[in-house]
């Protein structure tokens, strides 16, 4: 399903606790950085996950390197990475957090595939949509012209 409701979108996003951010970067410019930095504002707990920068400190959090090194309950995992990346993940999503609500997959990404696996284990998908934009777009932040003032700049 790549048609999702206002009010489906808005009760994920309103339920939703804690998100792990699969691919983040540490570049501020990369949209992974800015993403999971909006959301870390807007109070959600954002647990960064990249192998290539485990150990390291973004948001006041340690990326890890996978899935599988959080050990506080997910309720959101927002991948970044290719779709033909996207299995792996959500089979290592859905082995670590039994309680699990939500698998995001970012603009550009899909897997109906591993988007039915979820579902038939009770998870919520999202495909193709970005949580910040989502976010902006239900709960009143876009300005004129659909662009959000002041959240681009890393100097904020």
Not at 19 to 26: I, L
Not at 75 to 83: E, L, P, T
Not at 132 to 155: A, D, N, P, V
Request: proline share 6%.
């Amino acid at each position: 399903m790549s048609d999702y409701s206002d009010q489906h979108l808005r009760t994920i996003l309103q339920r939703t606790k804690t998100v792990a951010v699969v691919g983040v970067s540490m570049n501020p410019v990369r949209p992974s950085y800015y993403v999971a930095r909006y959301l870390s504002l807007k109070g959600f707990s954002v647990i960064p996950v990249n192998p290539g920068h485990a150990g390291k400190d973004l948001f006041g959090q340690t990326v890890r390197g996978s899935l599988s090194e959080i050990s506080e309950p997910v309720d959101m995992v927002d991948i970044f990475r290719r779709s033909e990346s996207v299995p792996p993940i959500v089979d290592e999503a859905l082995d670590a957090f039994p309680t699990l609500g939500t698998i995001w997959m970012q603009i550009g990404v899909e897997h109906p595939d591993a988007a039915a696996k979820a579902e038939a284990r009770g998870v919520d998908v999202v495909m193709n949509r970005c949580p910040k934009i989502e976010y902006q777009r239900l709960f009143g932040e876009l300005r004129m012209g659909g662009f959000s003032t002041g959240i681009i700049s890393s100097k904020l």
